[in-house]
């Protein structure tokens, strides 16, 4: 396994963390749709792609990112241009025969999409529906994995308004109800952002409520230790147990993202300083050296922005400069700053997107905030609030 600290991993650099896929196996085969809650860099897509590399015997996975999408009608063409590019669909002579046939919409269909007859308008969510009613699926189970779903959601919000990013969730939950579920077709939807917390906003919880959301927990730290001995197969450098332990207590969240950060910074700072072993202040070292890398984690601060309207930002803000700097802070205070800033009727639902989208919680005492990481909070510190 190689170090890896962008893009989602893939083949021999995926951790296999058997306990979150078998609780997602679970869920698939009870036939659910499903909701993967999780913040950013946690590792959604990631499984995604193990999924769709790794299917049970008679389960097709179809992935699309619809992160730049921002209408309904163009979400249902890029979904049905990726289902009839897809390897199932072209090892499928007759089913290609009949669609091509029965749709006049489609011009050419080749591996890397399909051309669509641009001279007229379709409804591409009912040529969707069309065609996915046609194949014959038998045994089989097709399953569509829709990743950064909810930011197309906030998409069609901003682009257009609340009124077409209601319809969108409801025509996605009509699909889900009505028309594919005795056709083995089933979605499993996720994004960066919590989509509960988007519907929850627009006053449209009951569009999702038939999810089943799968939290991503934390690796264990049998994991974790699992974890950090296949990266270290390929650096220069050993960790004992004992360095291996103050690591994984320094990272406290273990999600692969900050184990991948850590191993590559210590490595880093071996190599720049020439260095056989590793000691505790090395990994001191790394560990700030980390937090310096300002690209990993700026988009922690930057998606408050866009995610909140002014008064709401500067609430956050404040609220995560003060838990930066006292490590914790009480509810009792975090409605004095919500006075303060002019949002003492809503500062909830702001308190609650943060604890969704992975900034906080208040898992150890419910009237006190922390960090989820000390990481995030180190960074936090040292780049935004001073
Ligand atoms: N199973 C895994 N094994 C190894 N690294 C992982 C794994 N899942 C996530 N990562 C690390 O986290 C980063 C972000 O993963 P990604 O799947 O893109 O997360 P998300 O889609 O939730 O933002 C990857 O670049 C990698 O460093
Ligand atoms: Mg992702």
Redesign the pocket.
Same mark, same amino acid.
């Given at each position: 396994m190689k170090i890896?600290?962008?893009?989602?991993?893939r083949g021999d650099?995926?951790?296999k963390?058997e306990i979150l896929i078998e609780k997602l196996w679970d869920a698939i085969e009870s036939e659910s749709n499903i909701l993967l809650v999780?913040p950013?860099?946690?590792?959604?897509? !990631?499984?995604m792609r193990y999924l769709e590399d790794h299917p049970k015997e008679n389960y097709h996975f179809i992935f699309l990112d619809t992160e730049s999408v921002n209408n309904e009608n163009e979400f249902f063409k890029r979904l049905l241009s990726k289902l009839l590019s897809s390897d199932f669909i072209r090892g499928r002579d007759k089913v290609l025969a009949t669609i091509k046939e029965h749709s006049p919409l489609i011009k050419r269909i080749g591996k890397d999409g399909v051309e669509f007859d641009y001279n007229r308008e379709f409804n591409y969510r009912n040529e969707f529906l069309k065609i996915t009613e046609k194949i014959e699926l038998g045994e089989q189970k097709l399953i569509f994995l829709l990743d950064e779903f909810s930011q197309t959601v906030e998409n069609i919000k901003n682009d257009e308004d609340e009124r077409k990013a209601i319809h969108f969730l409801h025509t996605n939950r009509e699909l889900r109800q009505e028309n594919l579920v005795d056709k083995n077709v089933r979605f499993i939807y996720s994004g !960066?952002i919590g989509l509960e917390n988007i519907v929850r906003r627009i006053n449209a919880s009951k569009t999702i409520n038939d999810l089943v959301p799968i939290k991503f927990n934390p690796l264990t730290k049998n994991e974790a230790e699992e974890m950090i001995n296949l990266l270290l197969k390929n650096v220069d450098f050993t960790l004992d147990g004992k360095q291996t332990d103050f690591i994984l207590k320094k990272i406290e969240w273990l999600i692969?993202?900050y184990i991948?950060l850590v191993i590559q910074a210590i490595k880093d700072f071996q190599k720049d300083n020439n260095l056989t072993e590793i000691n505790r202040d090395v990994i001191e070292e790394a560990f700030s050296d980390m937090i310096t890398q300002q690209n990993h984690f700026e988009n922690w601060h930057s998606r408050l922005k866009t995610l909140f309207k002014v008064d709401e930002y500067n609430f956050a803000k404040e609220l995560l400069n003060r838990i930066a700097a006292h490590t914790s802070v009480e509810s009792n205070e975090i409605r004095d700053i919500a006075v303060k800033q002019n949002i003492a009727e809503d500062y909830q639902d702001v308190l609650t997107s943060l604890m969704y989208d992975g900034y906080i919680n208040n898992n150890e005492d419910p009237k006190i905030y922390r960090f989820n990481s000390p990481i995030l909070r180190m960074w936090w510190w040292k780049y935004v609030a001073n």
């Open positions: 890896r600290t962008g893009n989602p991993v650099n995926f951790f963390r999780a950013r860099r946690v590792g959604k897509t !990631s499984i !960066s692969p993202f991948q």
